[in-house]
């Protein structure tokens, strides 16, 4: 029914940039909030930055000044602009969409910063 494929990740070096994207299936796009966490072996799912549907933006202290959320409703497509990324090794990038009590999540995107 609703689907999210994210893309976009791959290999960066420290200092480096890196756009994710999040394509959405299916129709109320508009209505969701988009989110994108990250992953890596062996830690906590980590909630990296959300947007909501009227644009109100949230981002993980970690992130702030260096990533930037956005969204495209008329392409049904929300982005992660990642900037100045660390040597922080592998992580997975998630994204999610809520509305209400139903929750929607990619099968996420794999990005490594290497020293």
């Known amino acids: 029914q609703v689907q999210l494929v994210e893309s976009g990740g791959g290999f960066v070096q420290a200092g480096g ?7 959405a299936s299916g129709s109320g796009f508009r209505s969701w909030l988009m989110s994108w966490y990250r992953q890596g072996p062996g830690k906590q799912r980590e909630l990296v930055a959300s947007i909501s549907p009227t644009g109100i933006i949230d981002y993980a202290d970690s992130v702030k000044g ?10 049904n497509t929300a982005y992660l602009q990642m900037n100045s990324l ?3 090794g592998t992580d997975v990038y998630f994204c999610t969409g809520r509305f209400y009590e139903r929750n929607f999540w990619g099968r996420g995107t794999q990005v490594t910063v290497s020293s």
């Open 17 to 23: 940039s890196l756009r994710l994207s999040c394509a």
């Open 66 to 75: 260096r990533f930037t959320i956005s969204r495209d409703n008329a392409k």
């Open 86 to 88: 660390k040597s922080e």
